[in-house]
């Protein structure tokens, strides 16, 4: 009834799970993950104590491979289960159970562990191995195209229906004070992974900083254009006279803790150029609304 891939990015240390099934909001009972620990996805009538645990034995300097016998040694209904392991290495381990719906099975990559049941074949977690190491990218989008890539390969027997994508990274949360950097989940949907997709590109947008890359000067056309968008929307009263001034900049600051770019918001004359588009897409939707 579902697939899933655990995951590593030595780069960071992000540590993430990505997981798509024909279930109800499979984003509370699989993907489980801790930054500097590791990640565990458990599914196939799934039994969600593997998640803490699983994850507090790697803390505790157990292996994957020894934590998953621990934690498939002691329960009675291991046949009907299916893990992914991985820890803050890039070790992985995965266990299919003899009584999971076939086609049932898993295959490991470079800091990578795809699995599934319910499945067409092998060629969807093999697809998605091969996709999460060709992928460039952050882990948040190398594990969004591993599930692009098991639902291109023939994906679920029964179909979609929900899927969720998770990456803990230490200090990563809004405000720095925990680790969820990305928890992004869909309940119910009939092509849950490009919805999942469309959620957290609202989340990298609302929640991630600034590529330094895509950040740029206000210059006067630019400081024209957002003294014309925050004047139409009451955030702003001076000159439309494309000065950057500290009035603007003040003004700008407000107008984006707003909109809920508190995470982009700067105390220079710079601007995301990410942030920026949006501010366009949405002032258009503005000035559409009052016609």
């Known amino acids: 009834m579902t697939f899933s891939v655990v995951a590593f990015d030595p780069a960071n240390g992000d540590l993430g799970v990505a997981v798509q099934s024909k279930f109800p909001n499979v984003g509370i009972s699989i993907p489980f993950a801790k930054a500097g620990v590791g990640a565990v996805a458990t599914q196939s009538y799934c039994n969600t104590s593997f998640g803490p645990r699983g994850l507090a034995l790697l803390e505790n300097g157990a292996s994957p491979e020894q934590a998953l016998a621990i934690l498939i040694d002691g329960d009675p209904q291991r046949d009907d289960r299916q893990v992914g392991i991985i820890d803050a290495r890039g070790r992985t381990a995965n266990f299919t159970g003899a009584n ?4 049932a099975g898993a295959a490991q990559g470079r800091n990578c562990s795809a699995q599934g049941n319910t499945l067409t074949g ?15 990218g952050t882990l948040a989008e190398r594990l969004l195209a591993a599930l692009h890539a098991g639902q291109a390969g023939g994906g ?42 469309r959620l957290y590109a609202i989340h990298r947008l609302t929640y991630l900083t600034s590529d330094p890359d895509r950040l740029v000067q206000i210059d006067p056309a630019i400081a024209g254009e957002l003294q014309g968008i925050l004047h139409a929307r009451g955030f702003y009263q001076g000159p439309v006279n494309g000065q950057c001034d500290a009035e603007l900049l003040r003004r700008l600051h407000d107008f ?20 920026l588009e949006d501010i366009r897409r949405k002032h258009e939707r503005f000035l559409g609304a009052g016609t």
Request: glycine letters at 12%; hydrophobic letters at 35%.
């Open 100 to 103: 999971c719906f076939g086609w």
């Open 122 to 136: 092998p060629q969807v977690v093999s697809e998605m191995v091969r996709a999460f190491e060709e992928t460039g």
């Open 156 to 197: 679920d027997r029964r179909g979609q229906q929900s899927a969720a994508l998770v990456v803990k990274r230490a200090g990563g949360g809004y405000g720095g004070f925990d680790d969820r950097y990305v928890e992004v989940s869909v309940c119910d949907h009939p092509t849950p992974i490009s919805e999942l997709a």
């Open 256 to 275: 984006m803790g707003w909109e809920n770019y508190d995470a982009r918001i700067r105390d220079d004359d710079r601007i995301d150029l990410e942030v």
